[in-house]
């Protein structure tokens, strides 16, 4: 393993301690801030999860209603068929 690291931290200690007076009190306004943060997001926990209920029960009955709709009448595909639903032809003329 190389001493760039043990160089690195002679290098540091070296150096003048310029910030280090006022360093205490930034970490503690920081990690205020992020409590607060994420006390508000916590807030908001209520709403995310109707909001999860909601999007399931719509996927639910749109799944149920479109699963019901394509079982009442089933249509048989052939590629010779008069009436074929999903020819170009039949797409392009609009029967």
Sequence with gaps: MSDQLDHLFEALRREP?????GLEGQVWTRIDAWREHRHASSALAPLRAAS?????GLGI??????ASAGARAPVEISAFSVDAH???STLL???
């Design 17 to 21: 301690d310029a910030d280090l007076p």
């Design 52 to 56: 999860v209920v909601a999007a399931l």
């Design 61 to 66: 009955v749109g799944g149920s209603l479109a």
């Design 86 to 88: 999903l020819a170009p």
């Design 93 to 95: 003329i609009g029967r």
